[in-house]
């Protein structure tokens, strides 16, 4: 047993402004309605306390609370941590990064951080965040509990750890794999406040429950694979159910996030889950993501709906089967065809994501695009612009062909675009996906067929639908989130 202490600790909104910060996902709040649960750090919460490690797992972004205000309350409580460890995004990790350094100059505690940023380019981001003393590189649990283990955190002995000694960092020699997937505890939600996440439309609150790691696709704009490798593993169907039910009695959870890149990739092994599901008669509703060339046999998804299944996620990108082919998404039109046919048919809300202003793309082909969202008439669309992370092969790409107009990091998100040229730059983008997005939403058949998902989701994010509603019809420009300190967090109501 370690007598150390170690916080967990998820940082808090910035300027205002909800971030998830969980595994590859690293977007505002308002792409999908919601934050996710931190599952990573609750995890690491349960592999910690299984040995005995006396922790905190605090999550200021659901909470609305500031560093500050967690300084005081570990401080009222006599809680001193030895080791800080924060999930951080391409976009957050500067902001993440200075206010994580309020702990750092309070408590003398190093600074661990993991997430797609530290997988992806961790030399780079430790030169981007000076104040923070090591990151994780890939999986972040071993490195974690290897970490939080022993009198001091010896950087020295995790080969995954990208670190700090005196003014010069030491590479990492391995990616993290964790180790335990297979046997993983169920995670710590009882150390958090599950009503601070709930799903939007039905605004209940939601878990995540981990069903596979890895992807063995190779699309050239995902962070994914850098970060989990390409390699799909999957924990049994007896695991995945025992854990749903626990938390369904335990918390009173009903809706749950199936959380893997592709949840549905082995049909075999995945129907076993979904007969177990069925047998047990749980009364519990899941979504998560998909690929359309996974849901072209009516039997499984039809399965997949007697399980419980609520909504499929699936990217789409593009109507253009070469720029689609450009990105190495390899996805045959029959098939995109028969999974949104075979969704309808079963009863499964369906959730289409379209890529704009990749390289190649031009007006033309974008309103093409639009015209294929709306042909295609999933449930729900959304349409991103471009983003080329640092580290994947579509930021390599851009790079070299000169269409890198900013290389900011804090604009490496779905609210801005940073290429430039063929015709395509920010404005032409970003307006092509608002029409785009009005196209799709404001048909009068689909505002008929989706009424009640309209109100429940007016019901429930108010303030989010009257900012979405603003940036569409009005063209409104997103708050920029670049350079907030903790005054501007403070006066956004933290």
Known sequence: MSNRRILLVNPPLIGGIAFTRQGRCQEREEVLGTTKPPYSLALAAALLRERGIELRLVDLTAEQRSTDDLIADLSRQG????????????????????????????????????????????LASMAYAPQV?????????????????GDRPDFSAVPSVTWRRGDQVVPHIANGVFSGLSTAPRPAWDLLDLKNYRLPMVNRPYLIVETSRGCPYSCDFCVAPIHQG???????????VDEIEWAQRTFGVRYFYLWGDTVTLNQKTFSAFCEELIARKLDIAWFGNARADNLTDPAFVHRLKRSGCW?????????????RKDMVKRLEEQKVRAAFANLRDAGVKSFAFFIFGYPGDTSAAMETTADYAIDLDPDFANFYPAVPYPGTALHEKVRQQGLLKHDDWTRM???????EGHGLDETTVMKAINRARRRFFLRPRYVVRHLSDVAQLVFSKPALVGHLLSRMLLGQQVVDARGVDEAGLAQSGS
């Open 311 to 323: 909504m499929l996620a699936m990217g789409i990108e593009s109507a253009s089967p070469e720029i």
């Open 133 to 149: 003393d090591a990151m994780i590189v890939g999986e972040p649990e071993d490195a974690i509990v290897a970490l939080a283990s």
């Open 413 to 419: 998100e779905y609210s801005y675009y940073l290429l």
């Open 79 to 122: 809680f001193t941590p030895d080791l800080v460890v924060f999930p951080s995004t391409t976009p957050t990790l500067r902001a993440d990064a200075d206010q994580m350094a309020r702990l750092k100059a309070a408590f003398g505690a190093p600074l661990v951080c993991f997430g797609p940023h530290a997988s992806t380019v961790p």
């Open 230 to 240: 390409h390699k799909f593993r999957e924990r049994s169907a007896s695991a995945l």
